[in-house]
């Protein structure tokens, strides 16, 4: 086995990656990221096959002809080994949902998840048409089979007992951790200085410790408010409730009441309390999520707080010279990070992607806290299969979910929403509290109308008001009322479509109208 080799070799360098050690490594590295979630001995498997076609001899001149540099045609090395599943765990045993663990994720690895369908389909012809191909990878994968793989395929967990949703979700976990540790490895091989930009520059119990220090300053010189006493009140009840068992929590607290520092006060704290890697903060708005990265950067640093959204855009030239942006870079591309500030849709790309990369950094959800900030976004086509995912995620996953929001909505009362009916949502503040809470922060009067106005009865009203914000479902609605008021002074158009300085200058008006 030492003459056949995975990649060949580095830039400027003489040496190449064995295929054996790369095989070996990646199962190592998978089933460590495969542990919290009883996944090891499957996820070592596919790190052991997932490049078992690279055995063939015509894949070998392949990467010998990459070497010398010339051209050559790439051999298919994915559907061997999730071929050798299927046959073992389906042709010959029958079972229709073993295979389906390590071949997935294995013929998957590079181009993404298939359905069990469509794979089934695939490797059957394979084996019908290219098992001249099949014999000759096993023929001279044989000793590393008999040494590595066979021994091995008698202790793999059971996981029959899994729903079908959590099957999948399963499933995919074990796909995030062979793509990662697969990543990782070719990574150390061709770029071996990057692999020390990859260690956190801190960990949870150092961002604890960090924390309530912060907080003691702020405390001490903050005013004695009513505002600043229920702020304290809040923090204090989640402090609290951080050392109570992982699961499902929810913190109800009005505008204004101190949400952004409690709710990470008990993420981290719980994170110390139980052990677990990271916090993840999933937010709905861009927006948002800089001020709270701001807040978060302002107590830990820079360097301690990971903020992975579309917004952030890197300078490749800037970043070749900053070392700090090369973790930052490296720590998005699998979230090897204690603190993340995100937007949901990252998240949900990570839940449900069938893309390598997307899903790359899905199997660190585990011995997570994940606060879902403003919750009451979820968007309603989705919120089923992302509360499958989530209650999959604290059952078996070790995970903690933190339901945020001034707004709650309760998904376990809702009967299109059966799964997570099945899990306790443990309040961390009293609902007395809470309702205390709301009443001591009520800023704004509702009256409801009982009937619609049109728009020319809601320009009169507004001709009436000294001042007033209006908001509209539509631009086109706003357009028409900012029309219909274009001859009054002081009437400014607030809209998304507006660049910086209209807004500036909208917000300085005595009439806003949002869209």
């Not at 298919?76 to 295979?99: C, D, E, F, S």
């Amino acid at each position: 086995m030492n003459d056949v080799y995975a990649h060949t070799p580095r830039a400027n360098g003489q040496e190449w990656h064995r295929l054996d050690e790369h095989l070996v490594s990646v199962a190592e590295m998978a089933q460590s990221f495969a542990a919290p979630f009883q996944g090891g001995r499957v996820a070592y498997l596919c790190g052991l096959l997932h490049d078992l076609g690279k055995f063939h001899p015509l894949f070998q001149q392949y990467l010998k002809k990459q070497a010398d540099g010339e051209m050559g045609q790439s051999v298919p090395h994915a559907i061997w080994g999730a071929a050798l599943m299927y046959q073992v765990y389906w042709k010959k045993t029958g079972n229709r949902h073993a295979w389906q663990w390590f071949s997935l994720p294995i013929a998957g690895h590079h181009v993404g998840l298939h359905s069990s369908h469509y794979l089934s389909s695939t490797l059957g012809q394979s084996l019908k048409e290219q098992h001249l191909h099949f014999r000759e990878v096993l023929k001279q994968a044989e000793s590393f089979l008999k040494k590595f793989v066979f021994p091995c395929m008698q202790s793999v967990e059971n996981i029959s007992s899994l729903s079908e949703t959590d099957r999948e979700m399963w499933i995919r976990l074990i796909f995030s951790a062979l793509v990662d540790a697969d990543y990782l490895d070719t990574e150390r091989h061709f770029q071996p200085e990057l692999s020390p930009l990859r260690t956190p520059v801190a960990s949870i119990t150092d961002l604890w410790n960090q924390f309530t220090a912060d907080q003691e300053q702020l405390t001490s010189r903050t005013d004695d408010t009513a505002v600043n006493r229920m702020r304290r009140e809040v923090y204090e009840e989640c402090v609290r409730s951080a050392s109570r068992p992982q699961g499902v929590y929810r913190l109800t607290v009005p505008t204004g009441g101190g949400k952004t520092r409690s709710s990470l006060a008990f993420a981290l704290k719980h994170a110390v309390e139980h052990g677990l890697d990271r916090v993840i903060v999933a937010i709905p708005y861009t927006s948002i999520i800089e001020q709270t990265a701001d807040v978060y950067r302002g107590i830990f640093g820079n360097d301690a707080v990971l903020e992975h959204h579309s917004q952030i855009e890197v300078d490749d030239e800037k970043e070749e010279a900053d070392e700090r942006l090369i973790q930052q870079r490296l720590a998005a591309e699998n979230w090897d990070a204690p603190l993340i500030v995100t937007t949901t849709v990252q998240l949900f790309d990570s839940l449900f992607s069938n893309r390598p990369s997307k899903v790359r950094k899905l199997h660190n959800l585990s011995r997570s806290v994940v606060i879902l900030d403003e919750v009451q976004t979820l968007p309603t086509e989705l919120l089923k299969p992302t509360l499958d995912a989530l209650a999959m995620l604290v059952r078996h996953c070790q995970t903690t979910v933190v339901l945020s929001s001034a707004t709650q909505p309760f998904f376990e009362e809702s009967r299109f929403l059966d799964v997570f009916s099945e899990i306790e949502v443990k309040e961390m503040l009293p609902l007395p509290t809470v309702n205390r809470h709301f009443q001591q922060m009520q800023r704004v009067d509702y009256e409801i109308w009982k009937s619609p106005v049109s728009l020319p009865q809601l320009v009169r009203f507004i001709r009436e008001q000294k001042q007033l914000l209006v908001v509209f479902n539509t631009r086109k609605e706003a357009k028409e009322c900012v029309e219909l008021l274009q001859e009054d002074d002081g009437v400014f158009h607030l809209s998304t479509l507006l660049c910086s300085a209209g807004i500036v200058k909208s917000l300085s008006s005595t009439l806003t109208v949002f869209p």
